[in-house]
C-alpha cells in the first residue's frame, strides 16, 4: 500500500513584456506542462504560490490560474519575488504542494523560457 503525501512541484517561466495577455500565455503554458507531465488533479492540489519579479505587475498569476478548468477551488497566492542584483527579469515562479501516492522524485518540475537557466538539471527531463 502506497501512503498519500503532500508532494512539491516547482516551475518557472519568463515573459516578455510586463503585459496581461504576455504574463496569461506563460502562466497557461507552465500550468499546462506541470499538468501533462504530473499526476496532479485541480482535486488534489494543496496550495499553490505563485511569485513574480518586481518587473511585472500587469496582472496576478493567480487569476489567470483560477480561471482553468476545476482550479475555482484551488487555495492561490502571489508574492513578488525577492530582488537580487544581476537575477533573471520578467520571471514567473510556481511552487505547487499536492496530494500525491508518487515519491518526490517522479514529481516533474517545469522550467521553461528564460528560466531554463535557473534549473538546467530539472529543463524539460521528460522530453
Known amino acids: 500500500m502506497v501512503d498519500w503525501k503532500v508532494r512539491a512541484i516547482r516551475g518557472a517561466t519568463t515573459v ?3 503585459s496581461s495577455e504576455a504574463i496569461r500565455d506563460a502562466v497557461c503554458e ?3 506542462v506541470i499538468e501533462a507531465n504530473n499526476a496532479c488533479p485541480p482535486e488534489d ?3 499553490v ?3 513574480v519579479t518586481p518587473d511585472l505587475d500587469a496582472i496576478f498569476p493567480a ?3 483560477r480561471q482553468r ?3 475555482e477551488n484551488v487555495p492561490l497566492l502571489d508574492v513578488q519575488q525577492m530582488y537580487v542584483k544581476g537575477s533573471l527579469e520578467r520571471c514567473i515562479r510556481v511552487l505547487i504542494h499536492v496530494n500525491s501516492q508518487s515519491p518526490q522524485s ?3 518540475h517545469a522550467y521553461l523560457r528564460q528560466a531554463r537557466s535557473l534549473r538546467p538539471d530539472w529543463h524539460l527531463a521528460r522530453f
Open 69 to 71: 478548468p476545476r482550479w
Open 16 to 18: 516578455s513584456e510586463n
Open 45 to 47: 492540489i494543496v496550495s
Open 30 to 32: 507552465l500550468l499546462d
Open 63 to 65: 487569476a489567470i490560474a
Open 49 to 51: 504560490t505563485f511569485s
Open 106 to 108: 517522479e514529481m516533474y
